[in-house]
């Protein structure tokens, strides 16, 4: 018998004949309850609590925004379908993921990256990255040491479970909640481990 | 109400002054109490040590003597809890009479209503909520509400409270180092608080903590609360 | 067919009260994790009281967990279906040994002899670096703690910080001596030190061709991994390589994508006492010009099979390795985890070494706790613990049930005598009756030394004498 198969008769005759499965109480929350704004100030409390920069703004102020963000950065990487509304302002130099592919090299030598996201969880301070427009294949985020991501109003759902049923799970989803961290010291949370060491999100709020 | 006394074998053997403090308050309360004389131990210490065959009889026991009261009360968080928790999966039948069985100061702010006892103690006390007390019974903070309406008791907090003091039936001899070092803490927390008295709701906790003291000279007298609330007066 | 039990590193030579004596004799170690339990117990409380259903998600959790197990079989075929259907090469491996191969294997096709790795508990159990090392393999591990650890020649002793047990200073001592590229003039400040590993870690991750993860869950619906993360470790390793091995063990599975969203609130909160740990990663098979193109995942047994047969037991499985228990246990505070002598310490550990390996191999730990319930309080999944602990002493006393023993002896002596109230009411007597003399002689009711078995207790407890008179006694004579 191989692997597969003895592995999994070996389960069966642990189960015995008739296991039974009991139903699932999920009577937890799952509505946000949050209106928009206040799902935007909880998300911009969180994501301060565990240091990441926030910069709040109407959408005709993103490419103030991200420049001002990104001042002292001279190399920026950005995924192919970024927006030039979030650009326009910045005077470095951009260097576009495709569609010839970023080696690791370039993109450990960028001073920062620039992306959106999918969708923002406020209750827990986190963005998500599917690769979807504007976000690109998940080294980008993650190898330059500074990510800027922008976020829209619309995107901001309250709790976790209001976050996931707005992604598709096969998707390759990367949810980051604050700078890169670690609290293996003492347990005490100390920020700046291997992924970027600096994340600043620019909330767009309706104008 | 007519209410049975179920002191357990620690209490009867060891620390009888316990019982007769139960008798004494329950009394003073205006309520009859029995003792059935064929009352034994309720097996905790053989169910948890892997003797169940062993902790049956003695339930079937506790069944055939309680079976017939409307209230049980037992001044033990840990044999109520046993009582509550392990019997009706040992011994059917015990389902019933596990419901009406309760811990002291269960019976005394949930069934009869009362907080104020009307005991008197000048002293400053800390009270040591035990284990199975607090995470199996869910007593919270009744037996602190029954001690602060006691007349001139001060009582302070005990830091950590909620630890175990290491004592777990037969874990106290079985891993004795790993007992000894909790009860260490234990009784440095107790000193700090400056307290003549630490109380708690099982006398087997308390012989743990109080060998623990006096080893060390700690000047605390241990005592159930039952003592407290029934003290003669 | 008999379910055989798992092997690697799930049990030790040492009885539990040895090899924790030994480790109570260590002050600077009962320091540290006093300090590290304390801090995260106070940090996961903050954080689960901010949620007013935390409750119903662990009822949820549970009951998915539950719901898992008594489908294990179907899930794992539709879980294979759909990875397979993804890209992923799934492979199934009987116990430790077989594991090790399979991984070893893989490897060896990639023509590398250098894989980074991102902490899991599987390749721990089934001991796969030594296993790698063996064949000419050298594993770097990334986790920060993984990495003191495996500087310092170390075992883990905690699920999630398996460097629990060090000190800053003593992270920097690591560091100086053992970390060839450590920069001179290292401070024990953690951010300096966070530092350190970044710099040391960067060359290999931007240039591994090879990573082996674990994983956290793992969906059945759509073949999707799940690796919850803080430093970034985990993502270089799951997204820079070409090839990544993920080792995963059987239990790890849950139905479908939404059941994450209990998991995911459960999960960090109960572990690092974070709203959100900061990097959670998914993938699903291959995803073109993304991250690894050869995505391999190996399936382990090791006596899972063997603790699902137990219908008490087979909770132990829901675990999902936050590690809430070990840090509010009263016994691994004192102790820390290399007492337990098993990659699975703490509370947990005492509950699944056993039944992974078997009750023979494990006899002492499903003694080593006093039932104080903390653990079963603070589980996300709601395992109930004790009641796990109290079923294997039964079995560990059951597998000795034809050899003799002291304790057996005493405890049926002590059921006969309270199985009838004439005869305990006559032992109560001969127990004061014993005593008497002894009381006069010390003049007090507590006794400092008694003879073995009770010299367990008077070693550092004097010991309370029996009262004048009994309660019953009393009674009988007033009433
Ligand atoms: S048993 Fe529960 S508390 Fe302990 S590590 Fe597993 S999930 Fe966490």
Not at chain 1, 151 to 179: E, K
Not at chain 3, 401 to 420: C, F, I, Q
Not at chain 3, 427 to 436: D, E, I, S
Request: proline share 7%; hydrophobic share 40%.
């Amino acid at each position: 018998m191989n692997a597969r198969e003895e592995i999994l008769n070996r389960l069966r005759t642990a189960l015995g004949p008739a296991p039974t499965a009991p139903r699932v109480p999920r009577e937890y929350r799952v509505d946000d309850a949050l209106d928009g704004p206040a799902r935007i100030d909880l998300l911009v409390d969180r994501l301060v609590d565990y240091k990441a920069e926030v910069t709040r703004c109407r959408p005709d102020e993103v490419a103030a925004s991200v420049a001002t963000a990104l001042a002292g950065v001279t190399r920026l990487v950005a995924p192919a379908e970024t927006p030039e509304s979030w650009l326009s302002a910045y005077p470095g130099k951009v260097v576009t993921d495709g569609p010839q592919p970023l080696s690791v090299a370039e993109l450990d030598g960028a001073g920062a990256v620039l992306t959106g996201c999918a969708v923002a969880i406020a209750e827990t301070g986190t963005i998500v990255l599917d690769g979807g427009p504007a976000q690109g294949r998940r080294a980008l985020t993650l190898v330059p040491d500074h990510h800027v991501c922008v976020v829209t109003s619309d995107q901001v759902a309250g709790g976790v479970p209001a976050g996931l049923r707005r992604l598709t799970p096969t998707r390759p989803l990367t949810f980051i909640s604050g700078p890169s961290a670690t609290s293996d010291i003492e347990l005490n949370r100390v920020e700046g481990v291997h992924g970027p060491r600096r994340l600043h999100v620019i909330v767009v709020e309706p104008g | 109400m007519r209410i049975a006394l179920f002191l357990t074998c620690v209490n009867d053997l060891l620390y009888p002054d316990t019982g007769k403090a139960v008798v004494r308050l329950l009394e003073r309360l205006g309520h009859e109490v029995d003792f059935p004389e064929s009352q034994t131990c309720c097996g905790q210490m053989h169910a948890n040590s892997g003797y169940r065959a062993e902790a049956v009889p003695l339930v079937r026991g506790f069944v055939d003597t309680f079976d017939r009261y409307d209230a049980v009360v037992a001044p033990s968080g840990s044999c109520v809890a046993m009582v509550r928790e392990s019997y009706p999966r040992l011994v059917p039948a015990a389902a019933g009479v596990a419901t009406r069985t309760y811990e002291l100061s269960e019976l005394l702010v949930d069934v009869l209503g009362v907080t104020d006892v009307g005991a008197v103690f000048p002293h400053r006390v800390t009270y040591h909520p035990t284990c199975h007390g607090l995470r199996m019974l869910r007593l919270g903070d009744k037996p602190l509400r029954l001690l602060r309406a006691v007349e001139g008791l001060d009582l302070v907090p005990l830091p950590g409270a909620e630890e175990c003091c290491g004592f777990g039936g037969t874990f106290a001899m079985k891993n004795a180092d790993v007992s000894t070092a909790m009860l260490a803490d234990k009784c440095t927390a107790i000193c700090d608080t400056g307290a003549e008295v630490i109380a708690a709701a099982d006398n087997s906790c308390l012989a743990h903590i109080g060998g623990g003291l006096s080893r060390r000279g700690a000047p605390v007298r241990v005592m159930h609360y039952a003592e407290i609330l029934g003290g003669e007066s | 067919m008999t379910l055989p039990h798992g092997t690697g590193h799930l049990a030790g030579s040492r009885p539990f009260p040895a090899a924790a004596h030994v480790e109570l004799g260590k002050p600077q170690l009962r320091a540290n994790l006093h300090k590290a339990t304390h801090t995260i117990r106070n940090k996961r409380a903050r954080v689960v009281e901010e949620l007013p259903d935390w409750e119903q998600l662990r009822l949820a959790g549970s009951a998915i967990k539950a719901n898992v197990m008594a489908r294990l079989p179907e899930l794992l075929v539709e879980f294979e279906a759909a990875a397979t259907a993804a890209g992923a090469v799934v492979h199934w491996a009987r116990d430790a040994a077989e594991a090790c191969e399979v991984v070893t294997r893989l490897v060896r096709e990639t023509g590398t002899d250098e894989v980074v790795k991102v902490k899991s508990m599987a390749t721990q159990e089934i001991e796969l670096n030594q296993a790698l090392e063996r064949a000419g393999i050298s594993a770097t591990e990334t986790d920060l703690a993984e990495l003191i650890v495996q500087l310092a020649d170390d075992e883990p002793s905690h699920i999630l910080v398996p460097a629990i047990h060090y000190n800053r200073s003593q992270i920097r001592d690591i560091f100086t001596e053992r970390m060839g590229d450590a920069p001179a003039g290292l401070t024990d400040e953690p951010r300096v030190l966070a530092e350190a590993a970044r710099l040391h870690l960067r060359r290999k991750f931007l240039s591994s061709k090879v990573a082996i993860s674990g994983a956290n869950f793992a969906i059945a619906e759509t073949g999707t991994l799940v690796v919850l993360e803080s430093e970034g470790n985990g993502r270089m390793c799951l997204t820079l390589p070409e090839t990544l091995i993920s080792v995963v063990g059987v239990e790890k599975l849950l139905p479908s994508f939404s059941d994450l969203e209990v998991f995911l609130q459960l999960l960090p909160r109960s572990s690092t006492g974070e709203r959100m740990n900061p990097y959670t990663s998914t993938w699903t098979g291959v995803t073109a010009g993304d991250g690894p193109q050869n995505v391999h995942i190996v399936l382990v047994d090791n006596g899972r099979s063997a603790t699902l047969a137990d219908e008490v037991g087979r909770q132990a499985l829901h675990c999902i390795r936050c590690s809430a228990c070990l840090n509010v246990c009263p016994v691994y505070e004192r102790v820390g985890g290399h007492a337990y002598q098993s990659v699975y310490p703490g509370p947990i550990g005492a509950i699944l070494s056993p039944q992974m390996t078997g009750i023979e191999a494990n006899k002492t730990l499903p003694f080593a706790s006093t039932l104080c319930g903390a653990c079963y309080d603070v589980c996300p999944v709601r395992i109930n613990i004790p009641e796990v602990l109290v079923h294997l002493r039964q079995a560990a006393v059951d597998s000795r049930r034809d050899k003799p023993s002291a304790e057996r002896t005493a405890m049926k002596a002590m059921a006969w005598v309270m199985g009838d109230r004439r005869r305990y009411a006559r032992a109560l007597r001969a127990a004061r009756r014993g005593t008497v003399p002894l009381e006069r002689v010390l003049r007090r009711r507590t006794v400092r030394h008694l003879p073995w078995p009770m010299s367990a207790w008077t070693a550092s407890r004097d010991a309370p004498l029996p009262a004048p008179e009994s309660f019953r006694d009393w009674w009988r004579r007033t009433r």
